[in-house]
Each structure stands twice: as structure tokens, then as C-alpha cells.
């Protein structure tokens, strides 16, 4: 359903029952991850979101073939080719996985070509990890006006590589560049999100050699040719964190089937200090209002097994609720907080500061960036029009339009649509009460 802009009448409590699908975060690598194999690979669980959309349409504009049956892509990678440079750049959309494309188009056809890269406006997003990666792997890289062009004259050869930052991306970029390069690659301070781990699994399932080591490394023996895959991805652990923070924040009690406790321990432990109720289950995790005040956190965004960024935007809005001083320290992105404006023109007491309110100093502390929030409560939101800036900053605008007293109008809502699987069909499952407009 492609809808623009959504009014909402707050003051429900969301009640009922939600299927979580494959991560966003996970299924579209996995999906580029197919270029690899000689064979077709299979991919279960995947979601119905704009940037799988995205990922499949640079796909096929490749060569590759990708046929959807329910849930499950069915990917051969026979016929790879080369694609025109405008078609890629017409295709990529707002997207920052063709970055990823790089390394498995590099050992493929020896050629890559990237456009100007999108993404949510959450901070610079940079790639210059990415193109240091494959400039280390044996990467010839040209920046043209219409994007970077790559060639491997030689192939592309294993590396030793440590990452200034745990980069989830820059990880994936060595991870599908390593397995089929020339001999060995050592990665240090590489991201272990359980996304990257499931990743892993995917190329060890395609005949990779790949050791996690306890201390950030990674070491990747390359090998010469790998087959396809057959596998169930990951659950999105970022739609989790979301459903469940919209039941808190709206008085509600959801059950989100497919949700798993052992990637969600971290988000578990904040929910409950804020309050909240859960129950494990073999096939999802309830998470309800449990009654009484909710109480205020103090939370430091990190990589894993840290809080994860894109859990705290839904978490502020329930946070707004609760009875006191709450603390957000965004170590991970710079400029994470613009979508606390909306919320502050709905009531919210939301005040952003350039200091470090963590526990320790982040590498944004030092340099004037907006990176720390101090929420405070309980307030009542009330009704307001606002503009979807960002994926995860717009479901919580959505969560807080439903828990507001009063009608907000909001706009842009297509962007939610990129990372969050019929949002529109669950708000309606879980009893809300608003109108569509296409
Ligand atoms: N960074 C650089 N240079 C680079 C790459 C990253 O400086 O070349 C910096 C970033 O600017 C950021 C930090 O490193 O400050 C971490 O970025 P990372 O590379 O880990 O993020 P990403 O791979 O671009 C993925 C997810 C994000 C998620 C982050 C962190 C995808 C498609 N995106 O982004 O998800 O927030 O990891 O876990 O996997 C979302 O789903 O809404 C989303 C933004």
C-alpha cells in the first residue's frame, strides 16, 4: 500500500498480535551475498519493506534473478552482468547498501559501480571505511560527478585491516570482499551485531572460512569459488525494539511472534527499568504497559552488545511518560536527535545537549555535535502535524501521535515503509484508530 501521509487519533492502547520478519539490517547483505555463489541461493523470512525493493531491483538490473514466493527470494546469480551506470543510479534510491555491491561485483566481473549514496539523514554517514577496505583488498577506486567506479585489474587479495570504528557496514564490506579474495584477512575492531553474525553463518553456509574471535577480530581464509545458500534470516530486532516501546508508551500489551530474547537481552533490561512488563515465549515475546508510572532511564547507545541506536528514538517517546529525569547519550551516530523537535511541538520536555551525559566520553563530545537528550516527565502529548525526517525518527512520530491526546497529521509516512513490514495493516491488528491518505 504506498501511503504518504497519515492521521492518527491518539489515546489508544495498542492490544493484539504482530508477526516480526527477517532484519532489514540482515536480509538486504544477504541478499547481495547471493552474488557470490555459483548456484542459486534461497533466502527465508523477508520482509516486505521499500529497501529490499531496492536491493532486488540493483539485483536484476545485474543480472541476477530473483523471484518472490510468500517470504522466501529465490536468487540465481547465473547470468551476472555488468549494469549502465544511470540505471544503477536511477535504482538506488535512497539506499546505502550498493556500497555493498562493491566487493562481490569486484570478483564477478572485475568491475563496480556505485552512486551517490542515501540513506536516512541521521548524521554524514561517510563511506570512507568502505573505500579504504577495498582499496586495502587491491581496489583501483575513481570518483566520478555520477559516482565511484571500481576495477580489480589483479583481483582482489586478502588484507590485515583494523577499523577506527566497529562499523557494522565497513564489516560487511570485508566480510564479502574477504571470502574470495586471494589468501588470508585479519579484521580488528570489527561490529559483531548479531545481523553480521547471522550474516557469517549465510557465507559459511556457501563454503567460507570465517573465525570470530573473542576480541573483535575476525579472520577470513579465501576461497576460490562458493555455492548458494538456503537460509532463514535473522528476526528484525530494531521492529522489535519499536512495537514494543509504541505498547508501552500507548498503555498497550503486544505479542510479537518471531521476537527472541537472546539478541534482545540489552533492549529486555532497559524495558523493564522503564517499567515495562515482558514474557518469553518459544514463538515471540509480549511486551505490555503492566499499570503504575513508568520510570526514567539513563541509556548509552553503543554497538553490540550495547543499546542500539536505532532503539532509541520509540524508547524517548515512552520515555516522555515516565516520572522523572531520563538521560539518552547517542554514541553512535552524531546528529540522531532531530526528531525530538516533533516531539517537543507535541509537549515533549526534550532538551538536547552537545555534552557527553554518559557514563563515559564518546568520540562526539569534543566536537559541538547535539548528541545527548534529557527527557523529562510525565508529560501529555497532545495532537500536532508533523514530517517524517528519517525511518526509525518517523515510527516515533507514529508512537507518539497514537499515545497524544487529540489528532496529528503526518506526512512523508512512506519512509517508515522502508525498514517496517505493513505497518499500516499491524497498527490497524493492534486496534488504532486512524485514516490513510494514498
Ligand atoms: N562510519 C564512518 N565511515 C564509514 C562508515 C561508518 O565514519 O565509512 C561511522 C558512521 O558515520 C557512524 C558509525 O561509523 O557514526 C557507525 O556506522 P555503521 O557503519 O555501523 O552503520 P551502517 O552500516 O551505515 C547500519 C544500519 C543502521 C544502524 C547502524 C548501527 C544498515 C543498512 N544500516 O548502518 O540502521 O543504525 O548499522 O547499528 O544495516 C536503520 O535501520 O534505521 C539504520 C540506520
Known amino acids: 500500500m504506498n501511503v504518504d501521509r497519515i492521521t492518527v487519533r491518539g489515546g489508544k492502547p495498542l492490544q493484539g498480535r504482530i508477526q516480526m520478519k527477517g532484519a532489514k539490517n540482515l536480509v538486504t ?6 552474488l557470490l555463489g555459483e548456484s542459486p541461493s534461497e533466502l527465508r523470512s523477508v520482509p516486505e519493506i521499500s529497501d529490499v525493493r531496492v536491493v532486488q531491483g540493483l539485483l536484476e538490473l545485474h543480472g541476477v534473478s530473483v523471484e518472490r514466493d510468500g517470504d522466501t527470494l529465490r536468487l540465481d546469480p ?4 555488468t549494469a549502465h551506470e544511470t540505471s544503477i543510479n536511477a535504482h538506488a534510491g535512497s539506499s546505502r547498501i550498493p ?3 562493491c566487493g562481490p561485483l569486484l570478483h564477478q566481473l572485475g568491475e563496480a559501480f556505485i552512486p551517490d549514496l542515501g540513506g536516512c539523514h541521521i548524521g554524514d554517514r561517510p563511506i570512507d571505511f568502505h573505500l579504504e577496505v577495498l582499496r586495502t583488498f ?3 577506486v575513481e570518483k566520478l560527478p555520477s559516482g565511484i567506479r571500481m576495477t580489480a585489474p589483479n583481483g582482489l587479495h586478502g588484507a590485515k585491516i583494523e577499523l577506527p570504528y566497529p562499523s557494522v557496514g565497513a564489516t560487511e564490506q570485508v566480510l564479502l570482499g574477504a571470502v574470495r579474495a586471494r589468501g588470508r584477512t585479519e579484521l580488528k575492531n570489527a561490529a559483531v551485531e548479531p545481523e553480521i553474525l547471522d550474516l557469517i553463518a549465510i557465507l559459511q553456509k556457501m563454503g567460507a572460512e570465517i573465525q570470530v574471535d573473542t576480541d573483535r577480530t575476525i579472520r577470513i581464509e579465501g576461497v576460490d569459488r562458493l555455492v548458494g545458500y538456503s537460509h532463514t534470516a535473522l528476526f528484525d530486532r530494531n521492529e522489535t525494539a519499536s512495537w514494543a516501546c509504541a505498547a508501552l508508551a500507548t498503555g498497550g500489551d503486544v505479542f510479537l511472534e518471531g521476537a527472541r530474547q537472546p ?3 540489552t533492549f ?3 524495558f523493564r527499568k522503564a517499567g515495562g512488563a515482558f514474557e518469553i515465549e518459544d514463538d515471540g515475546i509480549r511486551f505490555w504497559h503492566p499499570g503504575g508510572d513508568l520510570k526514567p532511564v539513563v541509556v548509552e547507545t553503543d554497538v553490540h552488545p550495547g543499546f542500539m541506536t536505532d532503539w532509541q528514538q520509540p524508547l524517548v517517546v515512552a520515555l516522555t511518560k515516565a516520572n522523572g529525569i531520563s538521560i539518552v547519550h547517542e554514541t553512535v551516530y552524531e546528529q540522531r536527535f532531530g526528531f525530538t523537535e516533533a516531539l517537543v511541538e507535541m509537549g515533549a520536555r526534550i532538551q538536547i545537549h552537545t555534552d557527553c551525559l554518559g557514563s563515559h566520553a564518546c568520540r562526539f563530545g569534543a566536537r559541538n555535535y547535539q548528541h545527548s537528550a534529557v527527557i523529562a516527565g510525565p508529560v501529555e502529548l497532545h495532537g500536532a502535524d508533523v514530517v517524517v525526517p528519517d525511518l526509525r525518527g518517523g515510527f516515533s512520530h507514529l508512537v507518539a501521535a497514537l499515545t497524544a491526546e487529540g489528532t496529528s497529521r503526518i506526512s512523508n509516512v512512506g519512509i517508515i515503509a522502508r525498514g517496517y513490514e505493513r505497518f499500516i495493516e499491524k497498527l490497524e491488528t493492534l ?5 490513510v491518505e494514498g
Open 29 to 34: 547483505k544477504a541478499m547481495v551475498a547471493a
Open 78 to 81: 547465473a547470468n551476472v552482468r
Open 99 to 101: 556500497i555493498l555491491f
Open 138 to 140: 587491491g581496489a583501483v
Open 263 to 265: 539478541e534482545m537481552t
Open 268 to 270: 529486555l533490561n532497559v
Open 431 to 435: 486496534g488504532a484508530d486512524f485514516d
